[in-house]
């Protein structure tokens, strides 16, 4: 294990804390976790296993619930994004991927909320019901990965010009 592994994973657990703390519904660091480790780890099964441990581990602390396949399915899909955003890593691409993510993010798991909840009628009008009743959720989703997408990406920019160990060539 290098320092560069263990700063990521380091960063990724701690930031994974966020959602067991008192916030906002919906204002956490879910996706950024996704976009920070699909981006940084070299190793596509790490960028994959660390970020799915850090919200294993906070959802066995928060509780699981039937929408949790609809969740990590987004999860997964936003570290592919990261994939994307490896390959040039700059401003706007973090922008786009993290804007990106939060509303396919948003799209499954009000998708699956439809799907299971029993809360909306099997139509496409009560899949539509499903979408329009979590606009505020989107709203606040994508508040919380604007914010966290910025500290990690921009965090360990700043950490990886003043810690030469980080550099991926290390």
């Known amino acids: 294990m290098n320092t560069r592994f263990i700063t990521l994973a380091i960063i990724i657990f701690a930031v994974a804390v966020?959602?067991?703390?008192?916030?906002?519904p919906n204002v956490s660091?879910?996706?950024?976790?996704?976009?920070?480790?699909?981006?940084?780890?070299?190793d596509k099964r790490l960028a994959f296993l660390v970020p799915f441990l850090a919200l294993l581990l906070s959802d066995?602390?928060?509780?699981?619930?039937?929408?949790?396949l609809y969740v990590y399915g987004g999860f997964a899909l936003t570290v592919v994004?990261?994939?994307?955003?490896?390959?040039q890593l700059n401003i706007g691409r973090i922008?786009?991927?993290?804007?990106?993510?939060?509303?396919?993010f948003f799209m499954l798991t009000n998708f699956g909320v439809w799907l299971t909840s029993g809360m909306y009628p099997m139509t496409a009008d009560?899949?539509?019901?499903?979408?329009?009743a979590g606009i505020p959720f989107l709203q606040n989703s994508l508040l919380g990965n604007l914010i966290f997408t910025a500290l990690l990406f921009g965090g360990f920019a700043a950490l990886q010009r003043n810690?030469?160990?980080l550099s991926e060539n290390t």
Do not use: D, E, N
Request: charged share 5%.
């Open 29 to 42: 660091p879910i996706a950024a976790m996704a976009l920070f480790g699909g981006a940084y780890f070299s």
């Open 81 to 87: 994004i990261g994939f994307w955003v490896r390959k």
């Open 60 to 68: 066995l602390i928060l509780g699981l619930h039937g929408t949790m």
């Open 95 to 104: 922008a786009v991927a993290a804007v990106g993510a939060s509303i396919l």
């Open 126 to 132: 009560g899949l539509m019901q499903a979408y329009i």
């Open 163 to 165: 810690v030469p160990a």
């Open 18 to 24: 966020f959602r067991i703390l008192p916030h906002p």
